[in-house]
């Protein structure tokens, strides 16, 4: 009996927790707000992080020489069939 009503008051727990999450939901899912007062555009406004560009271009200087990196150890394994991690390991690839 007392497992009983322990088993039911979880579930009325449970129905009462998912019934409403403080969101208004365009479709299933999508169920982003902005919070009030934040503008609908947000470039221009107190809101705009106004990236710097040299900044931005870090990730892609990043990316292009770890491409170049992965090509040469791609090359190395091709030509030898031993791979080398360390780049600077590698004759000829610095």
């Not at 934040?38 to 705009?48: I, T």
């Not at 900044?55 to 791979?83: P, W, Y």
Request: with cysteine; net charge neutral.
């Amino acid at each position: 009996m007392k497992t009983l009503a322990l088993t039911a008051f979880a579930f009325a727990l449970a129905g009462a927790a998912s019934a409403y999450d403080g969101t208004n939901c365009k479709a299933p899912g999508n169920c982003w707000e902005p919070k009030p007062g934040y503008p609908d555009q947000v470039a221009g406004s107190k809101y705009d992080p106004q990236h710097d560009p040299a900044e931005l271009s870090k990730q892609q200087e990043s990316i292009t020489g770890m491409e170049a990196r992965n090509a040469a150890r791609v090359a190395h394994f091709k030509a030898t069939g031993e791979f080398v991690y360390d780049v600077k390991k590698i004759p000829g690839a610095n």
